[in-house]
Nanobody
């Protein structure tokens, strides 16, 4: 079984910064992860992509966070980070980490974290 553990959420003032971390681990061996990314879901809203990094460090960002958020990945640690800067109240949401096509001794599948709350407010 694969576990996805997120950390780094909390309360930040508008204009401030926050860094989220997400690590994938397993009691067995993780051979590869096709992509890792962050999604968010605000109250009464659909879950949406925030940022995603695939192999060869190909990145995708939501238009609303381009220039403010930066995603990075440590392949050796199966960890992904989201550096959030110049944050806005509309960034308030539960942020979820997703690991795509995680290859172990079982067939590849996607995994989600439990979510971490990010609140931007003065």
């Amino acid at each position: 079984q694969v576990q996805i553990v997120e950390s780094g959420g909390g309360l930040v003032q508008p204009g401030g910064s926050l860094r989220l971390s997400c690590a994938a681990s397993s009691s067995g061996i993780i051979f590869s992860i096709a992509a890792m990314g962050w999604y968010r879901q605000g109250p009464g809203e659909e879950r949406e992509l925030v940022a995603r990094v695939a192999r060869a460090n190909r990145t995708d960002y939501a238009d609303s966070v381009k220039g403010r958020f930066t995603i990075s990945r440590d392949y050796a640690k199966n960890t992904v980070y989201l550096q959030m800067s110049r944050m806005k109240p509309e960034d308030t949401a539960v942020y979820f980490c997703r690991a795509e096509r995680v290859a172990t001794t079982n067939p590849p599948k996607d995994y989600w974290g439990q979510g971490t709350q990010v609140t931007v407010s003065s």
